[in-house]
């Protein structure tokens, strides 16, 4: 069955610095995302993203956050300045449609220090 | 708002017992809910949906809309139900809602 891959599985970078978070979507599926959650919190939603556009973003996704498919397969979220706040899980999902259900990875967990 | 309430952090049956994990939500319109899985250190698992009507490993979940729950059930638990379980709701912006979470454990 196929799967949502994510890269890396742990992430740990310095407050401040730049960071990548790298995704690779089912491949017929067309709609993306990207979800956060904090230790001990509930999964919140960050963005959507279809046909080379974020389609919705929550108000955690301010200006430090970015998205982008830069090649047909991969989708990336990058965090500019990281700060302490951002560790978390970060989950990505695809979907075929808006309606069709959402497909996870398993995870980035970012360790900020 | 759009909101989804698990009011049980844990949750702790005997093996063969029924279970039944709690969701509430806040929608105004239509809801669509969704149950995700997480077993322990994989990915979060698409249980089922409301709208497919279906059994899933022996789970159903039936939608009230004048409760506005969603609740999830099991007339018997098995072992390998231990897990974490997560209510979701796709909001009007097509992402999903979720709630904090039920860690399903059941003891043998």
């Known amino acids: 069955e196929p799967e949502v891959t994510q890269t890396p599985s742990h992430q740990v970078t310095q407050m401040g610095q730049e960071v990548i978070l790298r995704c690779v979507p089912i491949?017929?599926?067309?709609?993306f995302y990207w979800y956060r959650q904090i230790l001990g919190q509930k999964v919140e939603f960050l963005v959507s993203?279809?046909?080379?556009?974020?389609?919705?973003k929550s108000e955690i996704f301010d200006d430090q956050f970015s998205v982008e498919r830069p090649d047909g397969s991969n989708f990336t979220l990058k965090i500019r300045s990281t700060k302490l706040e951002d560790s978390a899980m970060y989950f990505c999902?695809?979907?075929?449609?808006?309606?069709?259900?959402?497909?996870f990875g398993d995870g980035t967990r970012l360790s900020i220090l | 708002a759009q909101r989804v309430t698990q009011p049980e952090k844990l949750l702790s049956v005997f093996k063969g017992a029924p279970v039944e994990l709690k969701c509430n939500y806040s929608y105004s319109g239509s809801p669509e809910l969704f149950w995700y899985v997480q077993y322990s250190r994989q990915r979060l698992q698409l249980l089922l949906r409301?709208?497919s009507r279906e059994s899933i490993k022996g789970f159903t979940a039936d939608l009230n809309k004048g409760e506005t729950s969603f609740h999830l059930k099991k007339p018997f638990a098995q072992e390998e139900d231990s897990a974490m379980y997560y209510c979701a709701l796709k909001g009007s912006q097509g992402n999903l809602i979720f709630g904090k979470g039920t860690k399903l454990s059941v003891k043998p």
């Open positions: 409301h709208i």
């Open positions: 993203f279809y046909n080379n556009e974020i389609s919705e």
């Open positions: 491949s017929n599926h067309l709609y």
């Open positions: 999902a695809s979907s075929e449609t808006r309606a069709q259900p959402q497909h």
